[in-house]
């Protein structure tokens, strides 16, 4: 096994958590049922600070390329928020979400670096799901900043690819990964869950 493999593995096992997780109905969760714009920025900024937040302590805390990688992530996301919330008034982060939660109390690098990618790939949805509401709601110059911000999940992948080439050694420590990513994602998808239940929507579609 290699990166590549190892994150198509972790998107094929958890194929029916990243779709929901992908789909409006996460949106209308992350928003508390607040399908409006202030509310939809809101929650992207909040996830955004204390995803920068993380990737920070561990930065701090890892060596060699895996620091340079959770560093360079750092600022990216502090560019978002930076950038999100230029389009508020004013913001307050709201309290840490479950899955960063989670990633903090991961201290091995090869699953932070799953847990890295778990995270990844649960926002690639979230960010498609914005970009499509703004421009749902005639706001291009929005529309247009998620997409951006989707598209540097794209190089957060590849970084994280490249760091688990470098510590994996044999199939068992990216097998590792693969739990670590899958565990970040079904925190998410039992946040999700959670938010939906609690608006007293059905989590799952309805066929």
């Known amino acids: 096994m290699d990166a ?12 029916t958590e990243l779709s929901r997780l992908g789909s409006s109905k996460s949106l209308f969760a992350d928003t508390g049922g607040e399908m409006e714009s202030a509310a939809v920025l809101e929650a992207a900024a909040t996830a955004e600070y204390h995803a920068a937040a993380t990737y920070d302590s561990w930065a701090e805390t890892e060596t060699g390329t895996v620091a340079e ?53 649960a926002a690639e949805g979230s960010k498609t799901q914005i970009t499509g509401f703004f421009v749902g709601n005639a706001d291009p110059q929005t529309a247009s900043l998620f997409r951006e911000m989707g598209d540097d999940l794209d190089a957060q992948l590849a970084r994280a690819r490249s760091c688990l080439d470098e510590v994996c050694d044999d199939d068992a420590a990216y097998e590792r990964a693969v739990e670590a990513a899958s565990a970040a994602i079904e925190v998410a998808y039992e946040t999700y869950t959670d938010q939906l239940e609690s608006l007293g929507v059905n989590p799952k579609p309805v066929c």
């Open 4 to 15: 590549t493999a190892c994150v198509q593995t972790i998107r094929e096992t958890n194929e």
């Open 69 to 121: 990688a959770f560093a360079t992530t750092a600022a990216e996301e502090r560019s978002h928020y930076e950038r999100v919330t230029a389009e508020l008034d004013a913001h307050e982060p709201g309290p840490v979400p479950p899955i960063q939660s989670s990633l903090r109390d991961r201290e091995e690098t090869i699953e932070r670096l799953g847990g890295f990618i778990g995270r990844t790939l």
